[in-house]
């Protein structure tokens, strides 16, 4: 019997806005992982239907979508942590945990935190009764930050299980629903030269997203390169093909603006349904920036929109390294893109809303920082008069000190036009 992973979370800090700081500081996530019931998943209808949650939102379009829905979370039938060593601030615990993924076979792949400030390892779970099959620690080491950023491994046509690892580099791991299993890193500079001075890389190059990958296992993810990188690095966005050939481009040469530094930390690149166009966003110092469109074979730019505040489009909006904001692809090829208000909205944010080419700026939603929407299948939307479908949708639960009670929840939607 397949299961489905729910771990439950509270919305992220944002570093460019202390008021919002204050008022949200207190809520936390919950570091452990919650094993409830049967779980279906599908990519876009554009791909094969497939039974597994392989990263990030299920598939590289961030989309969510299941193709059978899950029973009522009334049991739990096990659960394990996923910190060994939570940090504490008071009451808050401010940490982002990677995605559970979950292989054909029903292995739970899970990354534990293990030291206080750093340590990470990767388990394989079987889904019906939580006994470790495998275990792979990893010698990734976490970017300067003020919420801790997501670990985010990915599985790679559900061969493979592609973990982020020290200065950039990637491990795969195959057969991830065995014991055993070989193991093998890859960089996207060359990973010759990883191997000649890997204590240089290790200390100026980090990998700073969760990882998204194709379908054809070509692996995608923003990193950081601190000054006096190797190889003239700049942070930016790295493609490593199934064979390990890596390609990267920097945030400002993707962006053709000299002032943009990074991609926000927590930001899975998305794909397009047909796997040419990628989508992710970057950022200046001030936290403001652009979402842009990249070829994917090559990530030379298509195209770019700045993201402004939607009450008031003169303002730029704020982009955050403490949230998990990452673009979404919609079914009709629109993208979604959460980010933090310039005006006041109750510090919701907003859920900027694209055409596929970035060129068209529709209606968007009154929530949007540190939140990546979901898709709602239309047989699955309530009917609303003269609109065919829900396009976009978006829950969460938060939970509040002490983690035992007093939950709060909210949803919002975003309608297609007739």
């Not at 403490?322 to 959460?338: E, K, L, Q, R, W």
């Amino acid at each position: 019997m397949g299961t489905m992973a729910h771990m439950r979370m509270a919305p992220a800090v944002a570093g460019s806005a202390s008021h919002a700081s204050t008022r949200m500081a207190r809520r936390f996530v919950v570091g452990t992982l919650v094993v409830a019931l049967l779980l279906g998943t599908s990519t876009l209808a554009t791909a094969r239907p497939s039974l597994d949650w392989p990263g990030l939102g299920h598939d590289p379009q961030h989309s969510a979508v299941s193709v059978a829905p899950g029973r009522r979370p009334l049991h739990v039938r096990w659960s394990t942590p996923v910190d060994l060593a939570p940090q504490y601030r008071g009451d808050s615990l401010l940490i982002h945990y990677g995605s559970p993924l979950i292989t054909r076979r029903n292995t739970i792949i899970v990354t534990v935190k293990t030291g206080a400030n750093d340590g990470f390892k990767i388990e394989g779970r079987a889904g019906d009764t939580g006994a470790v099959v495998w275990t792979e620690p990893t010698d990734y080491a976490l970017p300067p930050h003020n919420w801790v950023p997501s670990v985010g491994p990915v599985l790679a046509r559900g061969r493979t299980v592609l973990i982020p690892a020290a200065g950039g580099t990637v491990l795969r791991r195959s057969r991830p629903d065995r014991p055993t299993g070989s193991l093998r890193r890859y960089a996207f500079y060359g990973i010759d030269a990883y191997d000649a001075d890997p204590d240089t890389f290790a200390a100026t190059v980090e990998v700073t997203t969760p990882l998204t990958a194709d379908r054809r296992a070509n692996v995608y993810f923003g990193f950081t390169a601190s000054a006096g990188a190797p190889l003239g690095l700049a942070s930016g966005i790295a493609r490593l093909s199934r064979s390990g050939r890596g390609t990267w481009v920097s945030a400002a040469a993707a962006s053709a603006d000299a002032n943009m530094q990074q991609i926000p930390y927590g930001s899975a690149p998305a794909l397009s349904a047909d796997g040419r166009q990628l989508y992710v966003a970057v950022r200046n110092a001030s936290g403001t920036g652009y979402l842009l469109a990249l070829d994917s074979a090559t990530l030379a730019p298509i195209s770019r929109v700045r993201l402004r505040d939607a009450k008031d489009p003169s303002q730029f909006a704020f982009l955050s390294d403490d949230g998990t904001a990452s673009p979404t692809v919609g079914p009709d090829g629109d993208v979604y893109y959460g980010v933090l208000p310039a005006t006041a909205n109750h510090f919701r944010g907003w859920m900027l809303h694209f055409s596929a080419d970035l060129q068209t700026t529709k209606t968007p939603g009154a929530f949007g920082w540190d939140d990546t929407p979901s898709i709602v299948p239309p047989r699955r939307s309530h009917p609303t008069p003269g609109r065919r479908r829900t396009c976009c949708s978006r829950s969460t639960t938060t939970t509040r000190a002490p983690a035992a009670t007093g939950r709060t929840g909210w949803r919002s939607s975003i309608r297609s036009r007739p």
